[in-house]
């Protein structure tokens, strides 16, 4: 019998990740102009050495941040010395004993695990979570909130570089809103798919009013509210597909939201559930239940986009709304071998485990080692 694996360091790196456009406008006046991403390594006795990457979107989008990210690695670290990283629902209690919580910094970590598990077993990842579905799948393009007008000129660009699905970031002031969803709505085409994403922040009487005024619009409502019970009300008002995000943590969430017919569509983000372990269950369940997602992280570059790649890759297409591809949205990469953008499409690395390989110079000075 094969002796187990077994942890034996874990480094964690920071990486400044700073955006090709400059700013993401979001939400209530929120932005971000650099993101702060970090990088773990995890390091076994026979030595294979699996990465994964967390960046929460700001400290504002949910109750995440870097430097908490950071303090939660450090506080997980010494939990998982001597554990084998290839049992992965036991390195997922092993987390939960030590640090209640703070799924954003066990994501990381969950997915070094599964990148030794791949490399380990000699397979991808998209292959141990269940298969490669065709050649690639779609992505959508987040359009950073701005005037109608120049949000109407982005999607313009993203559309001739070969996207069809668009994100509009909205959440502002209800008027100008429901101007943004009506200007880009009327330049795209049969087939092109348009999301309008308030990020919980308009208030229940604002998204019905928004929600009243694009009832003859092909668009999809997201994330109108910050409470379930504002959303489902909202719901129960539009004639529009609805997706719900922020408030999908969990399967017991989804659970709910499939009681209730909360929504048509999730935006699954792997740190938002604590990794790749927790992510496939509800990507699972979902697909059981007809609920259709899209499959992403709250931000990161080559290496969250490799783990969103292996997840969405492996989904049924019946079930992938769509997808993102973080790498191309940053001025840095982080890995070689990393997936690109081509026509709108991604594809998943078919080399084991992630597929990638971090870049040293590019990871810098490690902010910390355990042991």
């Not at 991403?37 to 929460?56: F, L, M, N, Q, R």
């Not at 400290?59 to 506080?75: M, N």
């Amino acid at each position: 019998m094969a002796t187990a694996l077994k942890i034996t360091r874990i480094e964690a790196f920071q990486v400044a990740l700073p955006l090709r456009e400059g700013r993401y406008t979001f939400s209530g006046g929120n932005y971000v102009e650099v993101f702060d991403s970090t990088i773990v390594a995890v390091h076994t006795d026979a030595g294979v050495t699996g990465y994964g990457e967390t960046c929460p979107l700001g400290s504002v989008y949910l109750p995440a941040y870097a430097e908490g990210a950071r303090a939660g690695i450090a506080k997980l670290g010494p939990a998982l010395i001597g554990a084998d990283p290839t049992a992965l629902a036991l390195v997922n209690e092993r987390m939960d004993a030590a640090l209640r919580g703070h799924p954003y910094a066990k994501s990381a970590l969950d997915v070094a695990c599964w990148d030794i598990f791949g490399k380990v077993a000699g397979q991808p990842i998209a292959t141990l979570l269940g298969g490669r579905y065709g050649y690639a799948f779609p992505l959508y393009r987040a359009i950073s909130q701005e005037s109608p007008q120049e949000m109407a000129k982005k999607v313009e660009q993203y559309r001739s570089e070969g996207y069809t699905k668009f994100q509009l970031k909205v959440g502002g002031d209800p008027d100008t809103d429901i101007e943004r969803i009506r200007e880009v709505r009327a330049l795209l085409q049969k087939g092109d798919v348009l999301v309008a994403d308030a990020n919980t922040s308009w208030s229940q009487h604002q998204a019905m009013r928004v929600a009243e005024a694009v009832r003859d619009l092909d668009v999809y409502i997201e994330q109108p509210c910050g409470s379930y019970l504002e959303c489902l009300a909202v719901r129960r008002h539009t004639n529009r597909p609805f997706i719900l995000d922020e408030i999908m943590n969990s399967a017991g969430d989804v659970v709910r939201g499939v009681a209730d017919g909360a929504m048509d569509v999730i935006n699954l983000k792997i740190s938002r559930v604590g990794g790749l372990t927790r992510a496939r269950v509800i990507r699972d369940l979902c697909v059981a239940c007809g609920i259709a997602m899209t499959i992403e992280d709250t931000w990161g570059s080559d290496v969250a986009t490799a783990a969103i790649a292996h997840l969405a890759h492996s989904t049924p297409p019946q079930a992938l709304f769509s997808s993102t591809d973080f790498n191309s949205y940053t001025t840095v990469s982080t890995a070689e071998g990393a997936p690109k953008r081509a026509i709108g499409h991604l594809a998943a690395p078919k080399g084991p485990g992630l597929g990638i390989q971090p870049r040293p110079e590019i990871l810098g000075k490690r902010v910390h080692s355990i042991p």
